[in-house]
């Protein structure tokens, strides 16, 4: 009888084990490993594991090395005496550092400081906010100072200057840097304020002397962006440039500045370039890439007149970053929509990859994966698009399943082997849905012509893509042509509103996430205008592009609206500002529409607190229940 027993219970502890499939609170249960670098004898890779606790709303993060040789794993409490400061000098002098510094009076005590109890902003140009914060007159410069003494004095290479570096909202560590000698300084900027700045997207890369307190625009000629400077071993300066004034998502080059020389690595590439890499002797440099539905790791010749790009690896993953160069092997972070990142380590000759750490293989090893199928869908101008169908863990092609389609934000953001804690195509498929990723109009990937097509054109041949990839999908008889579902964050909710009025009954339900629903509101709230510059073509009120303010502005097919909607919307997200969602909302109440509003009142355009996110989750597949079940 004892026998028996244990028998029936370790057939139960595997069944439970086997049936395992993802959940919102396994998702979050996920460790997220973070990169620090090589270690100074280039023996270890170090990295940060981040885990989190839902209950208290907190995170915790513990540091380990891992052995390239032989991927041995070992805690450490001083992950800085073991990596390289990139911030102290290389004649070990000095540091550099960035800190806010008031500048500009905003508040109504800067202009009234009797008035101590009033919260009152006063503004008299533009940029008066920026992705979630409010501009409080207060800017990011760098300083640098020497590092034999605490109290050594500080010195604000951009004294008085009403501009940031590191740029906000995104930029980083990777914004300052010195030189090889540690006579200069280098720094990112966008010296632009008030309208100019909302307009702009003209970084640039600025050189500091620190003997002669002088500053130099080395990129003065650019009016795009120019990202990322970085020295090879040898002097030689690269960095990220795009062309095209206000555009954000032009090709992405790799120049390099020799002998006083600029030069385009990538300019006859037809692709954009995300991050890059100096190899050890300064001949190449590495960068990752998009390519058709994935992100590879690519190679770049720094010393040839006619440079040509090599493609490194290729699979159906993606390369989400270079920590670098060890032996004949680069140290990559990797990805795929069944895994979250784990670092790993590609074979620089043949491209071949073996992973080096493991923080989630016990928890993937007890979750039952999904099947993720590449497929090409004609599209209504005679082309062919990459689509990504991920299945349901024991997918049964003799049962019908509902099917989402998934509509990419960005715009061009590319869609591909990506492992989001939110948009999480694993968890999705784990709830039973099919999930169709349509690679549309407007994404990188698939050359610059397919990239830049959607600029001007919303509502346009993305819209028909869109259309394309799920009538194809719906042609299979596992698919449940009576429960679609539609879904999609920032462009994606924008596409969701507008597919709303011109459906024809394809859909059953609807989730949109900080979409835009009105362009003409949108142009009057949005604070980067370059981007609904480029986008939308323009204001408003200039006649030369109308049709993104008629044709292609959701808000016009609302009569049409008939369809379940979900709305989300961020209280702080000043990108897609709260108008939109509630407008939506307003709208579909009115007209009797079943229809939601979840409201995240401190979140920005992604959601970022722990407990919001479950909330999210929960709702989501709530809605879904409700709405296609």
Known sequence: MKKFGFILLLIVSNQLLTAQVMTPELLWKLNRINPVGISIDGNDVIYSSTSYNIESNSKSTSFYAVSIANGAVSSINDYQSVIKDLKISPNGQYKIFSEEVKIEAVSGVDFYPELTNSNAQIYDKLNYRHWDEWEDGKFSHVFFQKTDSKEAERIDIMQGEPFDSPTKPFGGDEDYIWNNDGSKILYVAKKESGTNYAKSTNTDIYSYDLKSNATTNLTKENLGYDLNPSFSKEGVLAWLQMDEPGYEADKNDIIILKDGIKINLTKDWDGTVNSFSWSKDSKRIFFNAPVDGTVQLFEVSAINKNPIVKQITNGTYNITGIIGESDSKMVVTRTDMNHASEIYLVDLKNGSMSQLSHVNDDFYNNIKLSKVEKRMVP???????????????????????????????????????????????????????????????????????????????????????????????????????????????????????????????????????????????????????????????????????????????????????????????????????????????????????????????????????????????????????????
């Open 379 to 629: 599209t209504t101008d005679g082309k062919e698009m990459l689509t990504w169908v991920i299945y349901p863990p024991d997918f049964d092609p003799n049962k019908k399943y509902p099917t989402l389609l998934y509509c990419q934000g960005g715009p061009q953001s590319a869609l591909t082997q990506f492992y989001s804690y939110r948009w999480n195509f694993q968890l999705m498929a784990a709830n039973g849905y099919i999930i169709v990723a349509p690679n549309r109009r407007g994404m990188p990937g698939h050359g610059v012509e397919w990239n830049e097509q959607i600029s001007g054109d919303y509502g346009g041949q993305n819209i028909n893509d869109y259309l394309s990839a799920i009538d194809n999908i719906s042609m299979e008889s596992y698919v449940d042509k009576d429960r679609l579902g539609c879904i999609g964050a920032s462009y994606g909710g924008y596409s969701v509103f507008y597919l709303a009025g011109i459906h024809n009954n394809r859909f059953k339900s609807f989730i949109a996430h900080d979409g835009i629903f009105n362009t003409r509101s949108m142009y009057g709230t949005t604070e980067e205008l370059f981007f609904v510059n480029k986008d939308l073509g323009g204001p408003y009120w200039d006649s030369s592009n109308s049709k993104s303010f008629t044709l292609f502005n959701p808000i016009e097919y609302v009569d049409k609206w008939n369809t379940p909607i979900l709305i989300i919307q961020g209280g702080k997200d000043y990108r897609v500002p709260i108008g939109q969602g509630l407008e939506a909302f307003q709208a579909a109440q009115l007209k009797g529409i079943k229809s939601k509003l979840l409201y995240l009142p401190d979140e920005n355009h992604w959601v970022l607190n722990s407990q919001n996110a479950i909330v999210w989750q929960r709702e989501f597949y709530k809605w879904l229940k409700e709405t296609l079940n």
